[in-house]
């Protein structure tokens, strides 16, 4: 069975909350995976992605915050609220390594996410740092998505 979009949906759900997790904890990412498989029901959940972000997101943690933090404007990355910064964590790995995703699937589903999970008002901030991030990931993409 091919995953469907509501699967991937609750992969970056799932996966979002463990990277917060991780970040909070430090905790070892497979400890943190196998927790996620044994508590939530995971029949409905591509279980691929969430593998692959849960592991590959913090794999490629520089790359993926260097991407980002040009577009972060009087604050360090200590400063961030720790659900947005595994949100933008996570959609700038998708936005780099996953051009099999749209990018506007992208930056939606990191907008859901924060209105669900974040602060007031986090999805904005959110918002205006992918949309930066975005065309310099995804140039070809976004300029043909313009015309």
Not at 18 to 33: D, F, H, K, P, R
Not at 35 to 56: A, N, P, R, S
Request: glycine share 2%; with cysteine.
């Amino acid at each position: 069975m091919s995953a469907t979009p509501a699967m991937r949906s609750k992969a970056r759900h799932y996966a979002m909350q463990a990277l917060y997790q991780w970040q909070m904890t430090g905790n070892e990412l497979s400890g943190i995976e196998a927790e996620f498989v044994t508590d939530y029901d995971m029949k409905k959940v591509d279980k691929l992605y969430f593998h692959e972000l849960v592991h590959d997101v913090p794999k490629n943690l520089q790359t993926v915050e260097t991407d980002f933090l040009p577009f972060i404007v009087d604050m360090s990355l200590e400063e961030l609220d720790p659900v947005t910064l595994a949100i933008l964590r996570l959609a700038t790995y998708e936005l780099r390594f996953r051009i099999d995703v749209p990018y506007r699937v992208v930056i939606n589903e990191a907008l859901n996410l924060a209105k669900r999970f974040g602060a007031t008002d986090s999805h904005k901030f959110i918002n205006g740092v992918l949309d930066k991030v975005a065309p310099r990931l995804r140039q070809s993409e976004c300029e043909n998505h313009k015309q």
